[in-house]
């Protein structure tokens, strides 16, 4: 585990981003061929916005979408697809998208996303952390144990706020109760794990995330035992930790 800290998150995403781009591009020069995971949401703006504009052949590069809400229209402002098209796929030659579909034949989509990835390992997964301390969707307590690549959940409270609280949806009642996630055990499969997490309101995630025992009460506790991550911060989302590192 590494944790890096930066001033802003605009310095935070460049970082991040100039870490793939590096990492995809070894990938690619040794085995012709990278496959990535990407996060939404708010605290993925700069990264993504600095991401796209890497030097890489992009047409080398596979993307798996990592969730989404069960039943929201891709047309929808909050839906995950919408933002990864409108942010990403769309900015990109991708050899190809794989995206998370809510909608129609659930089981049927969970079951063929699912067969897609084990295709072939992860180079890299970029996970955020929610304010309830989730990876994904999986809000706690999270399943540590199922090794499904993708599973339905029922999202918290607090999850629903955090996505009233970014602006995605106008109030807690009109975000939906379940979503399509990729789960524990699939996340910590990927060779690589980049998690940009700026922002005051990530302060206290970050916080259990670091000084807690891995637990699934926080769910984020568990990329501590991944051998390859890294936690970019910005000073607003490290400033709860006794010694953020520089």
Same mark, same amino acid.
């Given at each position: ?8 998150? =605009?310095? /935070? ?10 990492? /995809? ?15 939404? %949401?708010?605290? !993925? ?26 039943? /929201? @229209? ?9 933002? /990864? ?21 659930? =089981? ?12 072939? @390992? ?5 996970? %955020? ?59 910590? !499969? ?7 997490? @700026? ?5 206290? =995630? ?35 930790? =006794?010694?953020?590192?520089?």
């Amino acid at each position: 585990m590494e944790v890096k800290v930066y001033d802003t998150p =605009a310095e /935070l995403g460049k970082a991040a981003a100039d870490q793939a781009a590096e990492i /995809l591009g070894k990938v690619i020069a040794g085995k012709g061929h990278a496959r990535i995971v990407l996060s939404t %949401g708010a605290s !993925q703006f700069e990264f993504l916005e600095a991401f796209v504009k890497a030097e890489l052949d992009w047409s080398k590069v596979e993307m798996f979408h990592l969730d989404e809400y069960v039943g /929201l @229209p891709e047309s929808h402002p909050a839906s995950f697809r919408k933002y /990864l098209q409108e942010r990403f796929v769309s900015r990109v030659p991708l050899e190809r998208a794989h995206f998370v579909n809510g909608e129609g034949d659930v =089981a049927g989509h969970i079951r063929r996303l699912g067969e897609e990835i084990r295709k072939g @390992p992860i180079d890299l997964a970029l996970i %955020g952390i929610g304010e309830n301390g989730h990876i994904a969707f999986n809000d706690p307590p999270a399943d540590f144990a199922t090794r499904e690549a993708y599973i339905v959940v029922d999202l918290d409270e607090d999850c629903k706020k955090q996505q009233v609280g970014e602006g995605w949806f106008p109030a807690v009642n009109d975000v939906p109760a379940q979503a399509i996630t990729m789960t524990v055990h699939q996340i910590l !499969q990927s060779r690589t794990i980049i998690s940009c997490v @700026p922002h005051a309101v990530k302060a206290n =995630a970050v916080k259990n995330t670091l000084e807690h025992e891995i637990t699934n009460r926080i769910p984020a506790t568990i990329l501590k035992s991944h051998p390859d991550w890294t936690l970019y911060l910005d000073i607003h989302s490290a400033s709860l930790l =006794a010694d953020p590192a520089r």
